[in-house]
């Protein structure tokens, strides 16, 4: 990696000397088109690449183009350019254009609207991900394609020396969660998971009243998640001709073949079970984050899991939990439930009083909670306030994120042990550091699922 550092670096230099006609290459571009980007020097710039530019992968696009020492210099997505993602979206979004041309000209549009001549032609636009990736000129990626496609990306990118910020829900298994740290770790990636309430300071707040012992001593943890919230095509639904702007041999990737229905994938994947890990993970991931958070278990994981009634659709499009109810234990007694409530808490209970957020609002016994000022020699927590800010401080600094991989990995691992608790509906018993289930092969077996070839991690 420090390789190619090096060969960016020293490309960047030769550009800057010899102009960039006389290189001919289309994508990089001198500092002066660059607007408030080109006052920072090539050597102190971040490039980066967004692989995934449907809705949230705009979002985070926008982020990072908002960071003034950060670059994007190209966008990849399966989707040429779409409007069928809008609908499902909040109401402002609805008939927006999603997808990789839409992408490119976003960012071309900012730089050309911060250039003195109004013009920028310098966001490459890939259909392939392998193809951004090849680009030595990238520092890091933003991966924000679901979550069947983000452990083969990762593990890719980092081999081709990219730092990452990749969305949550991490993985899609277990087995792939692990391999993601092992890629990150071996080839001394910087890793950002998109879980931001880690750079939310109201949350950061709490965890710190929890891990102070300002609710006594921790006993139950509460975490509530949205219903799924679309509605399937019924049993008797037909496939559809694949539109001329998707990629979909390319958008199933890793996952099994099955004929094209527009349910399957733009927003929607998330309902799939191919894809996601439904409602559990995809907001799970946000709750159980602070769950682990606020019990100190960033590292490991609860010792039992099972399953309170969880429902599964028997027919039509969508096979991810309709009703998400388990439970876990940690080995320090603690206990963790997860519901699907609309609206609900996330709370934490504990000896001596409680504490909880809901709807934004924070709640709790004794009411002093509220202003409590943590000591100087009490636990603090890692101190961030704008999630891509920090991942690109630390890519810089070469330093621990705010939610780094094992984390991210540790906190999904809860909601997909709650997916197989709800699906084998028995209680299961979990090893946290072998990361394998005790005694229940058929368990074990759920750890990891098969990919389609020619995709393998
Ligand atoms: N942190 C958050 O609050 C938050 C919010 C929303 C979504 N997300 C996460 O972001 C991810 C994407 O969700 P979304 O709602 O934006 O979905 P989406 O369907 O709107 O966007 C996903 C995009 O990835 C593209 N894609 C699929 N396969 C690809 C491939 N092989 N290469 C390149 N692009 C590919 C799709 O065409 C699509 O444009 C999910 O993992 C989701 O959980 C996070």
Known sequence: MKDMKMNRREFLRKVTVAGVGAIGFPYVVPSSALGKAGNVAPSSRITMGSIGVGGMGTNNMRAFLSQPDTQVVAVCDV?????EYGHWYKKGWQGAWFGREPAQKIVEDHYA????SRRYEGCGAY???????ARDDIDAVCITTPDHWHAIPVIMAAAAGKHIYCE???SLTIAEGRAMIEA???YGAVFQTGTQRRSDQQFRFICELVRNGRIGRLRRIITTIGPNNKEAPAKDWQPTPVPEWLD???WLGPAPWVPYHKDRCLYTFRFGLDYSGGQTTNLGAHQIDIAQWANGTDHTGPV???????EFPTDGLFTTATKVHFRARYANGVELTCSTQEGGPLRFEGTEGWIQMQKGELTCQPESLKTSVIGPNEIRLYDSSDHHRNFIDCVKAHRETAAPVEVGHRSVTICHLGNIAMMLKRKLHWDPEKERFVNDEQANQMLSRSMRSPWCL
Do not use: I, Q, T
């Open 113 to 116: 609207g911060e250039s003195p």
């Open 127 to 133: 259909n392939d991900f392998r193809d951004l990736l």
């Open 248 to 250: 979909y041999d390319m």
């Open 168 to 170: 949550k829900p991490m």
């Open 79 to 83: 989707v040429k350019a779409s409007n």
């Open 304 to 310: 039992e899991v099972e399953d309170r009634g969880g």
């Open 184 to 186: 990150v770790r071996r």
